[in-house]
Nanobody, 119 residues
């Protein structure tokens, strides 16, 4: 079954670090762009970081200089390294894979991993 599985979330103190993983199963990620999103209770889903199939990256202003998105096509996994975490980073983090093959779109969502930053 094609799926994305996130891991690495947890409880961390203000200023701490976490690395989230998004592992893909039953499809090869090399042709896919990946996006990390987050959603806090009562708030809209927010784009956090994007990495394209060729490795170009883009970040939300709120995480620039603190978060790094990366990919390892051999391990079929995308990562989000989060440094200098703040309480406002508390949210459910989900990864999203998307690709256009010919005229056909392919997209997959993970189930999410919770990140909680204590002040």
């Amino acid at each position: 079954q094609v799926q994305l599985v996130e891991s690495g979330g947890g409880l961390v103190q203000f200023g701490g670090s976490l690395r989230l993983s998004c592992a893909a199963y039953w499809f090869q990620i090399s042709a896919y762009d990946f996006t990390w999103y987050r959603q806090a209770p009562g708030k809209e889903r927010e784009l956090v970081a994007v990495i394209t199939d060729v490795g170009a990256t883009n970040y939300a202003d709120s995480v620039k200089g603190r978060f790094i998105i990366s990919r390892d096509n051999f391990k079929n996994t995308v990562y989000l390294t989060m440094n200098n975490l703040k309480p406002e980073d508390t949210a459910m983090y989900s990864c999203y894979a998307h690709a256009l093959v010919g005229q056909h779109p392919f997209e997959y969502w993970g189930q999410g991993t919770q990140v909680t930053v204590s002040s």
